[in-house]
């Protein structure tokens, strides 16, 4: 573990009365990510880091040398997305959380395999979430609620950038507010939108609940960064629950 690496306990020191701001590493110059991570070091709360093995993604995306190396560079946490079929999910959980992930989310589309990534995570002592693609019903997160700390719900079609936010967004983050409520877990766990996250889509996925919006684009593109995250820190609350 590198000496830059947060406390453990930095899930507490999370703000909660604010929307949080995870920036996706996917989307920063990727010929220049050291003056990336860097320069948007000050306005960012976790760096998002995807993981895809071109097959349960349509990409290929970050690995585990490389997670290590941007360890080294910053003690923002780090939350590692593993998009990978199931046979190697938990062997990758295990080689991220070495490398330093803070926090690392499985998805629940990989049925038998979920149980133990998460294990793997939870044995190295950090932070564990599950996710879930845009097509499948938010009731997945249910048996996981007790184990996670974060619930991503992917707002677009899985590990392809530059996409509009799906109608079904707002209503799914509604659900899944519902049912971490339901359980017992508001104010465990963040809930998390990831894709689609444009200036006209945040109020309305931070209005629907989402607790931090991952943001691509939106960050890495923005000529005044800290002007729009001074805007995204300012949105108002979502509303109780009826
Ligand atoms: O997971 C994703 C996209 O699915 C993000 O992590 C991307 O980085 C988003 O990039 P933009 O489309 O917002 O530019």
Request: net charge negative.
């Amino acid at each position: 573990m590198s000496a830059n690496h947060p406390a453990a306990d930095w899930l507490d020191t999370l703000p909660r009365d604010r929307l949080l701001g995870e920036f996706s590493l996917w989307s920063a110059d990727l010929a220049n990510l050291e003056r990336d991570i860097l320069r948007t070091e000050p306005f960012v709360d976790l760096y998002h880091v995807d993981v895809a093995d071109g097959r349960f993604a349509p990409s290929f995306l970050f690995f585990p040398d490389q997670l290590a190396r941007i360890r080294a560079l910053t003690a923002k946490p780090l939350h590692v997305h593993l998009m990978v079929e199931g046979d190697i999910v938990a062997a990758q959980a295990r080689q991220f959380v070495e490398a330093g992930a803070d926090l690392v989310t499985i998805h629940a589309e990989n049925g038998a395999a979920v149980d133990a990534a998460l294990d793997a995570v939870a044995e190295a002592g950090r932070a564990a979430g599950i996710v879930l693609r845009l097509e499948t019903p938010v009731e997945a997160i249910v048996p996981f609620l007790d184990r996670v700390s974060f619930v991503t719900l992917l707002g677009t079609a899985i590990g392809v950038k530059g996409q509009g936010l799906s109608d079904t967004a707002c209503p799914r983050l509604v659900e899944a507010r519902r049912l971490i409520a339901a359980a017992g877990r508001e104010g465990a766990i963040r809930l998390a939108a990831d894709g689609g996250i444009r200036a006209q889509t945040v109020p309305l996925l931070r209005a629907a609940g989402a607790e931090t919006v991952v943001l691509g684009s939106l960050a890495f593109a923005d000529p005044d960064l800290a002007g729009r995250i001074a805007w995204l820190h300012g949105l108002p609350m979502p509303e109780a629950l009826p």
